[in-house]
Nanobody
Framework: QVQLVESGGGLVQAGDSLRLSCAASGLTFSNYVMGWFRQAPGKEREFVALISRSAGYTQNADSVKGRFTISRDNAKNAAYLQMNNLKPEDTAVYYC?????????????????WGQGTQVTVSS
């Protein structure tokens, strides 16, 4: 059974940093593109960042460029999202997701497996 478990969320002030982790089990982790998405209340789930299987390629949403960094450790079956200079508009539930497909997707529907999410709240 595939499981993705996010951790590291919390309540912080604007300008602070957080590091989210995603622990994967039940799948061959290195075969999957990993993505981070977020969903704020009343809004659709949106793409944040993705990383290729070998970590040779990453892509960020424009809204987080220069502030967020995605990484992965295939030996530990884990993906990470380092979030710096957080803003109140970053407040959302953050999800990690895994995609077995060949292409790199920014659309949530292309990802096969999802975690339960971790809340990030940024106060002004």
């Amino acid at each position: 059974q595939v499981q993705l478990v996010e951790s590291g969320g919390g309540l912080v002030q604007a300008g602070d940093s957080l590091r989210l982790s995603c622990a994967a089990s039940g799948l061959t982790f290195s075969n999957y593109v990993m993505g981070w998405f977020r969903q704020a209340p009343g809004k659709e789930r949106e793409f944040v960042a993705l990383i290729s299987r070998s970590a040779g390629y990453t892509q960020n949403a424009d809204s987080v460029k220069g502030r967020f960094t995605i990484s992965r450790d295939n030996a530990k079956n884990a993906a990470y999202l380092q979030m710096n200079n957080l803003k109140p508009e970053d407040t959302a539930v953050y999800y990690c997701a895994a995609d077995r497909g060949v292409l790199l997707h920014t659309v949530p529907g292309e990802y096969e497996y999802w975690g339960q999410g971790t809340q990030v709240t940024v106060s002004s």
